[in-house]
């Protein structure tokens, strides 16, 4: 069974401060994936690993950074978190094979202030 | 980007009663995948269509990939209240190298009375 263990779990900050969010996997799969859940938008992707140091822009990267500097470790960086960032942040691996199914952590609920 | 749009965003049912859910999209899918999200937790995959016409069961859901290759539906028989939650649709986008990537429609809040 696929493990994904996200860190932490729940944060209050204040605007302007830096936040980063950890998604640590156990099972050495290549890809991951930061997506953010909002109300009335479902799932919205926000950046992706293909391979250690491989990452790209998914359609909300705005305002977000990530870091893969090992293969079980992806990092999602706000470097000055702002009130629209407020959310529920899911760090997803790919579990499937060409049909793309992910597996989800349990997320990490964020509340700038 | 592609976007999946999901009706109807919220269903309010009682114990028993059937659900029927839908999504669509304005370019085609290679691929359809049903997720279901708890409260407090990530969503979990239900069902994953690959074949246009394919008609899938998972227990009580079954979910059928639309023959235009623009829609899913999504059925739950007989709901029961652990059946509360989000349903999302999802699919890779189409063209290119996706590396997985999925587009989430928006969801639909499934409220069950017991």
């Known amino acids: 069974d696929a493990g994904i263990t996200q860190s932490p779990r729940h944060k209050v900050t204040e605007t302007g401060t830096p936040v980063t969010l950890r998604c640590h996997q156990t099972?050495?799969?290549?890809?991951m994936y930061w997506y953010r859940q909002d109300p009335g938008h479902g799932l919205r992707l926000i950046h992706y690993s293909y391979g250690v140091k491989d990452t790209d822009k998914g359609e909300v990267s705005d305002g977000y950074s990530v870091s893969r500097s090992k293969t079980e470790d992806f990092l999602l960086t706000l470097e000055s978190a702002t009130s629209s960032q407020t959310s529920v942040y899911f760090c997803?691996?790919?579990?499937?094979?060409?049909?793309?199914?992910?597996?989800f952590g349990e997320g990490s609920r964020l509340t700038v202030l | 980007g592609q976007q999946l749009n999901q009706s109807p965003q919220s269903m309010f049912i009682q114990e028993g009663e059937d659900v029927s859910m839908n999504c669509t999209s304005s370019s085609i899918f290679n691929t359809w995948l049903w997720y279901k999200q708890e409260p407090g937790e990530g969503p979990v995959l239900l069902i994953a269509l690959y074949k246009a016409g394919e008609l899938t069961s998972n227990g009580r859901l079954t979910a059928q990939f639309g023959i235009t290759r623009k829609d899913s539906f999504l059925n739950i028989s007989a709901s029961i209240p652990s059946d509360v939650g989000i349903y999302f649709c999802a699919g890779p986008p189409s063209g290119g190298t996706s590396y997985g990537k999925l587009t989430f429609g928006q969801g639909t809040i499934l409220t069950v009375h017991p």
């Open positions: 997803a691996i790919r579990i499937g094979g060409a049909s793309g199914e992910l597996f």
């Open positions: 099972e050495n799969h290549r890809y």
